[in-house]
């Protein structure tokens, strides 16, 4: 029986327990932990410049009540590319791919700017909902249009991380389990095939760090309208 290309993005499961957890944990046992001596390795520098340069460059436009973040999202930004970049490895799981995860991740805290937008500065955070000089015959179907935007906004920080990376794998599988029939039949064609989906792997690499990167600076841009 033959199975689906959509297979591969189903939550898989052993002995009963959702291999989706192990996926979350896996990367922190990777990263290097830093020492207390102090000349530190290559990885250790590398990574410690990384993440200085990422926190900056994110809460550059952020003013300093907002800086209270810089862990949190410095923390995301590590994990998103992280799982994104060790499901391009073979006979591994992407736990970005479901839907759930990402939601999980999104909802909360989108919910949190809200809140504190609502907290520190209601009639701002309100204010966002009408635009200055509407038109008085236009403010009740402005004020909903607004109010759909907003409620939208974790969802397609969702399905915009879920979509590029599942388009992203179904892609590469398609065009290698083309390589593999074409081989015996046409080996030029497969060659050219297999040189396109090399190329299409270094776009997915760029494509898993682009959309960890993205997924975190919307979430400082939401963050930055209410503080």
Same mark, same amino acid.
């Given at each position: ?22 996926? /979350? ?8 932990? %830093?020492?207390?001596?102090? $000349? ?7 990574? &410690? ?37 060790? &499901? ?7 736990? #970005?791919?479901? $839907?759930?995860?990402?939601? &999980? =991740?999104?909802?909360?805290?989108? +919910?949190?700017?809200?809140? /504190?937008?609502? *907290? ?8 966002? $909902? ?9 403010? %009740?179907?402005?004020?909903? /249009? ?6 939208? *906004? ?5 399905? *915009? ?8 794998? $179904?892609?590469?599988?398609? /065009?290698? #389990? ?40 919307? +979430?400082? =841009? ?6």
């Amino acid at each position: 029986m033959m199975l689906s290309f959509f297979d591969q993005f189903m939550s898989p499961v052993y002995l009963g327990v959702p291999l989706i957890a192990l996926a /979350i944990t896996l990367p922190w046992i990777l990263f290097p932990t %830093p020492q207390a001596r102090w $000349l530190n390795n290559r990885m250790l520098t590398l990574q &410690g410049w990384f993440i200085s340069r990422f926190a900056s460059q994110l809460l550059l436009p952020l003013n300093p009540g907002g800086h209270k973040w810089a862990v949190l999202f410095t923390s995301l930004m590590v994990f998103l590319f992280s799982i994104n970049m060790l &499901g391009l490895l073979p006979y591994t799981f992407t736990p #970005t791919t479901q $839907l759930s995860l990402n939601l &999980g =991740l999104a909802v909360p805290l989108w +919910l949190a700017t809200v809140i /504190i937008g609502m *907290r520190n500065q209601p009639t701002h955070a309100l204010g966002h $909902l009408l635009p200055e000089g509407t038109p008085t015959a236009l403010i %009740p179907v402005l004020i909903v /249009i607004e109010t759909i935007s907003l409620f939208i *906004r974790p969802l397609a920080l969702g399905v *915009r991380l879920t979509a590029n990376l599942t388009a992203g794998h $179904l892609l590469i599988q398609l /065009i290698a #389990t083309a390589a593999f029939v074409l081989l015996p039949l046409m080996p030029v064609v497969a060659i050219l095939t297999t040189v396109v989906l090399f190329l299409l792997t270094l776009l997915e690499v760029a494509v898993a760090m682009i959309q960890a990167y993205v997924f975190v600076l919307l +979430l400082s =841009l939401y963050l930055q309208e209410n503080v």
